[in-house]
């Protein structure tokens, strides 16, 4: 994972998610219905759900699935009481870890998570001793392979709004503000730009070289955290290389 490897790590473990439909499901599913509790069920106004919907159509989550997580959001459906929070730890070789907690047992969830941390070498932290290294932002990532002009697209993304465009290894890579990433991706879409990736994340300000079996942990330590039903998003700062054996 050479270059920007974070977003390497978010491809490489989206990718593996497919694997698991069951979790993406429940998870995409849960954020649906909190998107409703909090802003109301229509997705105009509600900028999370329009997102959750979003989310949820690229993944194929059944329409009958998505009628209940709103229902349950509405309060007519029983099992729409989860509490969000944000847990933060450390990895091995101090990579900084924040995950976006869903759930409806706080004892259970926190018990599961500090073990998990504890059995790949890291360990779970106080509030805020790392939510401060990352940053909520828009990201689009264009393949190389797409061969849209470099010049064209990046004139393009800072008409539209976005913040940053960088050209980095086989992508090219466009930041916004998160209150501009629906408008910059209306206009890349109307231009038929073929879009990677398309999300609001959270991108850290640095990053921790990783290599052997650091790296080899800290792969199985956001795997894990990845798969837990409780967790809805996993976020770190480590990068590895492209070509360390923890890889193969």
């Given at each position: 994972m050479s270059g920007h490897s974070k977003w390497a790590n978010i491809k490489r473990h989206k990718g593996k998610m497919d694997a698991i439909r069951g979790k993406i499901t429940t998870k995409i599913s849960r954020e649906i219905t909190v998107a409703v509790k909090t802003g109301g069920p229509d997705p105009t106004g509600n900028m999370r759900l329009k997102l959750a919907l979003q989310n949820a159509k690229e993944n194929n989550i059944p329409k009958e699935n998505i009628q209940r997580a709103i229902q349950k959001g509405q309060g007519a459906l029983e099992g729409g009481n989860f509490e969000?929070?944000?847990?933060?730890?450390?990895?091995p070789g101090g990579?900084?870890?924040?995950?976006?907690?869903?759930?409806?047992?706080?004892?259970?969830?926190?018990?599961?998570i500090r073990?998990?941390?504890?059995?790949?070498?890291?360990n779970l932290g106080e509030s805020g001793c790392v939510a401060w290294m990352f940053d909520k932002?828009?990201?689009?990532?264009?393949?190389?392979?797409?061969?849209?002009?470099e010049e064209d697209l990046m004139?393009?993304?800072?008409?539209?709004?976005?913040e940053d465009f960088k050209n980095d290894d086989n992508q090219y890579e466009i930041t916004t503000t998160p209150?501009?990433?629906?408008?910059v991706r209306e206009i890349l879409e109307q231009n038929k730009i073929q879009l990677e990736t398309a999300q609001v994340t959270m991108v850290p300000q640095t990053t921790v070289d990783l290599v052997g079996d650091d790296a080899v942990k800290m792969l199985k330590l956001f795997d894990a955290l990845e798969e837990h039903d409780d967790v809805q998003e996993v976020y770190a700062n480590f990068d590895i290389p492209e070509d360390d054996p923890s890889l193969q």
């Open positions: 969000e929070m944000l847990y933060e730890g450390y990895g990579v900084a870890v924040l995950l976006e907690i869903m759930t409806d047992n706080k004892n259970r969830t926190a018990a599961d073990h998990l941390f504890s059995k790949y070498g890291g932002k828009g990201l689009f990532l264009v393949n190389k392979e797409t061969g849209v002009n004139l393009l993304a800072l008409e539209a709004g976005a209150d501009d990433w629906e408008k």
